[in-house]
């Protein structure tokens, strides 16, 4: 079993900058590989929506409102994946959650995983 875990949330005045990290682990012995990582969020009423990813070989894409602002990267020998938000705005209040397309041992399929999400709020 792989679990997601994150990091970096809190709040911040407009025009601010916060940096979230994620980190995938396994149980003890355990062996996987990590295909798409990515970043969603969710704000209160809404749906959630992906917000950044990012394949194993460093491709990225963004929701069009992000687009110059955050950056989405990782680091494969760590099994991490960050996002560096700057210029953030009340409306990037949500929280936001990782998520990672694994597959385990040697099996070709792969599995979303959640990590439990991370409140980032901006004040105006």
């Known amino acids: 079993q792989v679990q997601l875990e994150e990091s970096g949330g809190g709040l911040v005045q407009a025009g601010g900058s916060l940096r979230l990290s994620c980190a ?12 798409n990582m990515a970043w969603y969020r969710q704000a209160p009423g809404k749906q ?28 494969n020998s760590r099994n991490t994946v960050s996002l560096q938000m700057n210029s953030l705005k009340p409306e990037d209040t949500a929280v936001y959650y990782c998520y990672a397309l694994i597959s385990s041992g040697h099996s070709p399929y792969q599995y979303p995983y959640w990590g439990q999400g991370t409140q980032v709020t901006v004040s105006s």
């Not at 995938?24 to 295909?35: C, E, L, R």
């Open 48 to 75: 959630r929506e992906s917000v950044a990813t990012i394949t194993r070989i460093g491709s990225t894409n963004y929701e069009d409102s992000v687009k110059g602002r955050f950056t989405i990267s990782r680091d």
């Open 24 to 35: 995938a682990s396994g149980s003890s012995g355990s062996v996987f590989s990590i295909n």
